[in-house]
């Protein structure tokens, strides 16, 4: 059974960084995509960014392009989101997710079959 945990969220300063981390057992497929989505109190779940486990390709949602940088380490079966320049409105619950889907699904919270159990980030203004 696959499971991911996250580690790394916290309370910081906006113009702080943060880095979570997500740590996938259970097996790993090289056909897979790790994704990360955030959910704000009162709003949906939304696509922050992702990278194919194999290849290392990285897309991001607009919001988060330039400061947010997705990456990987398959020795250690983890994955990262390097948060930069954060901002209040970055706050949220930021959950990690695996999956196979095709390049035009990434964005899509169904199509990843594991996720994590989210971890909280809270920027002050």
């Known amino acids: 059974q696959v499971q991911l945990v996250e580690s790394g969220g916290g309370l910081v300063q906006a113009g702080d960084s943060l880095r979570l981390s997500c740590v996938v057992s259970?097996?790993?497929?090289?056909?897979?995509?790790m994704g990360w989505f955030r959910q704000a109190p009162g709003k949906e779940r939304e696509f922050v960014g992702a990278?194919?486990?194999?290849?290392?390709?990285?897309y991001y949602s607009e919001s988060v392009k330039g400061r947010f940088t997705c990456s990987k380490d398959n020795a250690k079966n983890t994955g990262y989101l390097q948060m930069n320049s954060l901002k209040p409105e970055d706050t949220a619950v930021y959950y990690c997710?695996?999956?196979?889907?095709?390049?035009?699904?990434?964005?899509?919270?169904?199509?990843?079959?594991?996720w994590g159990q989210g971890t909280q980030v809270a920027v002050s203004s």
């Open positions: 990278i194919t486990w194999s290849g290392g390709t990285t």
């Open positions: 259970g097996g790993t497929f090289s056909w897979y995509t």
């Open positions: 997710a695996y999956g196979s889907m095709l390049t035009s699904q990434v964005p899509l919270a169904g199509k990843y079959a594991y």
